[in-house]
């Protein structure tokens, strides 16, 4: 089946340490963006990235970092920066204008 | 970056009323997408809709690109369509609005 599939779904963190999240690909979509949402908020953009080897920072990148050596997948790190990584992280992907499509997320904590 | 307002922020029904949903955009956009947050936080595609009209079920929706607006219609609403109702814009990023949450009650 065609989709996106981001893990884990559940996964915690400690202080200081960095996570990377998955967001892997096969509907073979040129786009793929990072999001977060805080409780009762809605979506913040971190990065995207319109094409292999390229990304742009969204409106609140700072304590994050990305990769695009494949077209399929799309990592977010979760870096020692961000003072408060608590929240739903959403990876979407989408070809151009054709419409976007999101997976089921990942709920980062930090304990 | 293309500013996307989306109105009104809350929204309460009773079962079986019908309801608008509205997203203004700030400039020209490549499309426009309504999606459904369910509640374990899925993001569900209703439309994506660059102008005219679609209709699916009870829900539908226009959007007249030239004044850049959509708007999101639900008919007899029922109480598994209470959640968060967003609007995207897709310029040269996917933007969203800050939604627009549904709760309907029995």
């Known amino acids: 089946d065609g989709g996106i599939t981001q893990s884990p779904k559940y996964l915690f963190r400690k202080e200081g340490q960095n996570v990377t999240l998955s967001c892997e690909q096969n509907?073979?979509?040129?786009?793929m963006y990072w999001y977060r949402q805080d409780p009762g908020q809605g979506l913040r953009l971190i990065y995207y990235s319109q094409i292999v080897n390229d990304f742009q920072k969204g409106d609140i990148a700072e304590g994050y970092s990305v990769s695009r050596e494949k077209k399929e997948s799309f990592p977010l790190t979760v870096t020692s920066a961000q003072k408060n990584p608590t929240a739903f992280y959403l990876c979407?992907?989408?070809?151009?204008?054709?419409?976007?499509?999101f997976g089921q997320g990942t709920r980062l904590t930090v304990v | 970056g293309i500013q996307v307002e989306q109105s009104p922020p809350d929204l309460i029904l009773q079962e079986g009323a019908n309801s608008t949903l509205r997203c203004n955009f700030s400039?020209?956009?490549?499309?426009l997408q309504w999606f459904h947050q369910n509640p374990w936080g899925q993001l569900i595609n209703l439309f994506y809709i660059p102008s005219g009209t679609k209709q699916n079920g009870r829900l539908s929706a226009t959007t007249v690109a030239t004044e850049r607006y959509s708007l999101l219609y639900i008919s007899s609403s029922q109480t598994t369509d209470s959640g968060v109702y967003f609007c995207a814009v897709i310029g040269y990023k996917l933007s969203f609005g800050a939604g627009t949450t549904v709760t309907v009650r029995a």
């Open positions: 509907l073979n979509h040129d786009a």
């Open positions: 400039d020209s956009v490549n499309n």
């Open positions: 979407a992907s989408s070809i151009d204008w054709r419409g976007a499509f």
